[in-house]
């Protein structure tokens, strides 16, 4: 089985998310079904062909967590020593080499990815030109306009 790295903020909120499907949506898209039942002829039933297509959709994302959390590896960078080297979880400064301006990213994987949260996918061409070199070193990302460096300012295991 291939392990996927995850965060253990990215973990706490896939637990969090099967949690609350398991314990508040399932119950309530049960009880759902059970109304509309009540109410007769199940043929021309819009609310109950509704709540059996939500419980389909609350079923299908509680088995894909599951599935997700069976295989994830969870990575804690606030133990591991300090050694300036970008790695999987890592916040790191970086400072385009031509403008000068500097943004702050953390490496994550794809299931906790969100540009507005300034996380990265540990699979995005900007991660991979990062990973593996340290703070000073010159990582150079392809782009569609052309190539872009940018220098690590800084690593932080937060």
Request: proline content about 3%.
């Amino acid at each position: 089985m291939k392990r996927v790295p995850m965060t253990v903020g990215g973990e706490l909120a896939l637990r969090a998310e099967l949690d609350r499907l398991k314990s508040k949506d399932r119950p309530r898209v049960i009880a759902d079904i059970a109304t509309a039942r009540a109410h007769g002829d199940l043929k021309e039933n819009a609310e109950y062909h509704a709540a059996r297509e939500q419980q389909g959709f609350i079923e299908g994302r509680i088995q894909e967590l599951e599935s997700k959390l069976s295989q994830c590896q969870v990575i804690d960078v606030t133990t591991i020593p300090h050694s300036g080297k970008v790695f999987f979880g890592a916040t790191v400064l970086i400072a385009n080499v031509d403008s000068g301006d500097e943004v702050r990213y953390q490496i994550v994987g794809d299931d906790e990815a969100d540009i507005k949260l300034s996380k990265i996918s540990v699979n995005s061409p900007i991660a991979r030109a990062l990973i593996g070199k340290e703070e000073g070193d010159i990582a150079c990302v392809a782009t569609p306009g052309g190539e872009i460096e940018y220098e690590i300012v800084e690593v932080k295991h937060i």
